[in-house]
Nanobody, 121 residues
Framework: QVQLVESGGGLVQAGDSLRLSCVASGLTFSSYAVGWFRQVTGKEREFVAVITWSGNVKQYADSVKGRFTISRDNGKNAAYLQLNSLKPEDTAVYYC??????????????WGQGTQVTVSS
């Protein structure tokens, strides 16, 4: 059974940092790209970042470029999203997903349950 478990969310102030983790089980993690998405209640889920299976290629949404960093450790079946210089508009539930490399939800096969990030002003 495939499982993705996110952790690391929380309540922080604007300008603070967080590190989100996504740990996978039940699949060959190193065969998949990993994406991070986020969703605000009442809005569509939006792409945040993606990393290839090897970690050599990364892509970011314009809204987070220069502030967020995606990485992975295939030996630990884990991916990470470092969130720096957080803004109130970054408040959302953050999801990790595995699948093909891309920015569309349809390119991902498995999803985690999400972790809440709340940034106060």
């Amino acid at each position: 059974q495939v499982q993705l478990v996110e952790s690391g969310g929380g309540l922080v102030q604007a300008g603070d940092s967080l590190r989100l983790s996504c740990v996978a089980s039940g699949l060959t993690f190193s065969s998949y790209a990993v994406g991070w998405f986020r969703q605000v209640t009442g809005k569509e889920r939006e792409f945040v970042a993606v990393i290839t299976w090897s970690g050599n290629v990364k892509q970011y949404a314009d809204s987070v470029k220069g502030r967020f960093t995606i990485s992975r450790d295939n030996g630990k079946n884990a991916a990470y999203l470092q969130l720096n210089s957080l803004k109130p508009e970054d408040t959302a539930v953050y999801y990790c997903a595995v699948g093909k490399y891309g920015s569309r939800e349809s390119e991902y096969t498995y999803w985690g349950q999400g972790t809440q990030v709340t940034v106060s002003s």
